[in-house]
């Protein structure tokens, strides 16, 4: 029997799902991340959000290391997420670039067509249930931590970065936020 992947860990919480899995155009994802793929989960059901996934993002890090891999929930299948999520991969690839909880990425652009969020704020996966969060790679010592990006508006980033993580999202889900409607108001 052959050791379970993190494509395996995505299969088994989302196991009556369609699950594909797509390359990065650009060449210098695979010089970088050889073998990365993005993972595109198709919903299960109609009015559920798709999900993308990196898979081979926890490569990068040193040997002890604890490695992650990222996921960002779309409310339709979108071909922009697969370069999205390979070209922040290779920014987490680096050392003093790596991303964790609370780390605010400015993408410069809309997450999505129609959305004024362009930045994506990085926080545990609460939304995919219990044990989603960390994978054990079988015969490794370390773990993979599994990162929700959430996308929100630049006055969103100011907030997290005055008030903090905690009040961002007791924020969230005060106003009951949908952060995988592009068109969704600013909650500050």
């Avoid at 609370?102 to 999505?112: A, D, E, F, Q």
């Avoid at 015969?139 to 508006?153: A, H, N, Q, Y």
């Amino acid at each position: 029997m052959r050791p379970m992947s993190f494509a395996d860990h995505l299969e088994r919480f989302h196991p009556d799902s369609v699950h594909e899995d797509f390359a990065s155009a650009r060449a210098e994802v695979q010089e970088r991340l050889p073998g990365f793929r993005v993972r595109r989960i198709a919903p299960a059901s109609s009015g559920k959000p798709w999900i993308y996934a990196t898979n081979g993002a926890a490569v990068a890090v040193g040997e002890d290391e604890d490695g992650a891999e990222y996921v960002v929930l779309a409310p339709a299948a979108d071909p922009v997420l697969v370069e999205m999520l390979a070209a922040l991969a290779t920014v987490n690839a680096d050392p003093d670039r790596r991303l964790g909880v609370g780390s605010i990425v400015n993408l410069g652009r809309p997450w999505t067509a129609s959305s004024a969020a362009k930045n994506l704020l990085v926080l545990p996966p609460y939304v995919f249930g219990s044990g989603f969060a960390v994978y054990e790679p079988p015969g490794e010592d370390r773990r993979v931590v599994v990162l929700w990006l959430v996308p929100i508006t630049s006055a969103e980033a100011r907030f997290v970065r005055l008030h903090g993580v905690q009040k961002f999202e007791q924020l969230m889900q005060r106003h009951e936020a949908n952060v995988v409607n592009p068109r969704r108001p600013p909650i500050v």
